[in-house]
């Protein structure tokens, strides 16, 4: 069984007691968390503090310092028991086999600017990490941090209203939620796990989690 985390914005401390938590599940084998993991410097010792006996793999949302880690290839150990997923990587876990593509774009990137908060161009799908899963067949389940531009449309409000809460022009759209339309089809919709929106759906085989929400993969 692995355990499926959503958005964690670098909350580690919270983070510490939901994992203390899975690991008393005995069936739980690893821990996926679907981005927004909240990979800043400022929280790094907070998250060095943290002990984990099973393996915990996150993927990148649009709330990171990119620079840290997004030249990263390869799953890399950032600390004892925790790893980085890179965009476009495909592992074996639990007998299962996960896609993983982090990134996502902000729709509050103008409120961000203009109050001098932090946001990078790099929380964006380039064209080779997407290119990374190009011989990819099928996957058992994927682990996106943007869901699919379908479900978005399907479940949450994207009037020209709705952009302009978040300082978004009305003609905004987030073209990494696109892209994971396109893969999810490709691979022929198989399960998926996303985060992003901070509310709970269900749509089809798409599973969004809220914030330090926990479902689990049998």
């Not at 790893?83 to 996960?98: A, C, N, Q, S």
Request: contains cysteine.
């Amino acid at each position: 069984m692995l355990a499926v985390v959503g958005d964690l914005h670098g909350e580690f401390w919270r983070f510490q007691d939901i994992v203390t938590k899975i690991e008393k599940n005995k069936k739980v084998t690893a821990i996926i968390q679907v981005g927004d993991f909240g990979y800043y410097p400022d929280r790094l010792r907070m998250l060095h503090q943290c002990k984990f006996n099973l393996p915990v793999y996150w993927i990148d949302g649009n709330h990171e310092d990119f620079e840290l880690f997004v030249h990263h290839t390869e799953v890399t150990e950032v600390h004892t028991n925790c790893f980085y997923v890179p965009r476009g990587t495909v592992m074996e876990l639990d007998g299962k086999t996960i896609g993983f593509m982090g990134g996502a774009g902000s729709i509050d990137k103008f409120l961000r600017a203009r109050y001098n908060m932090h946001w990078s161009s790099l929380e964006n799908i380039t064209d080779e990490q997407f290119a990374r899963m190009d011989n990819v067949e099928s996957v058992d389940v994927l682990i996106t941090h943007t869901p699919p531009q379908s479900v978005i449309d399907k479940k949450f409000d994207q009037s020209p209203r709705a952009f302009a809460f978040f300082g978004a022009p009305a003609d905004w759209f987030d073209p990494n939620a696109h892209l994971i339309e396109s893969l999810w089809a490709r691979l022929n919709y198989p399960s998926m796990y996303c985060g992003h929106m901070h509310r709970v759906v269900a749509d089809r085989s798409c599973r969004i989690l809220d914030v330090c929400e926990v479902d689990y993969i049998d």
